[in-house]
């Protein structure tokens, strides 16, 4: 099986509050849209740091961090920043990783926008109790 690759939209909130309060023009948001993969085995969003410095967002953190092959390592923790995938949208922190790497959609922003991973059909998306909004627990 596959990996599930999708496109993520990301925008600073900042720049958006500074636009709805008349202080910046729209095209000035500062954007980007990443492929990123849907691994339900990471917890965090990660972005590689080109496209966190692109985005404008600032390191508020880091924390230590376990890979898929056991390597452990501290990482930077940046954010917030706003988080589209589809018509779904979070506000949330990102682990900063290498340029190059691969940007991961984790668990936290899955849950949150209650999308889920189809590995047959290599999707993301939502849950069919919950077609048109997210379905949280409380």
């Known amino acids: 099986m596959g990996e599930i690759v999708v496109d993520i939209e990301l925008e600073n909130p900042g720049d958006r509050r500074l636009f709805e309060e008349g202080y910046r023009r729209e095209e000035d948001i500062r954007r980007a849209t990443v492929r ?71 668990q936290v922003v899955m849950e949150t926008l209650d999308l889920v991973a189809d590995c047959v059909r290599r999707t993301l998306g939502p849950r069919p109790e919950s077609p048109d909004r997210p379905l949280l627990r409380l």
């Open 36 to 106: 990123a993969v849907a691994d339900t085995g990471a917890v965090m969003l990660a972005l590689p740091e080109d496209a966190v410095n692109r985005l404008g967002v600032k390191v508020v953190d880091s924390a230590s961090f376990t890979y898929a092959d056991g390597r452990q390592d501290e990482r930077p923790i940046a954010g917030p920043l706003t988080v589209r995938i589809g018509d779904r949208w979070t506000s949330t922190n990102c682990v900063v990783v290498p340029t190059g790497a691969d940007a991961l959609v984790g």
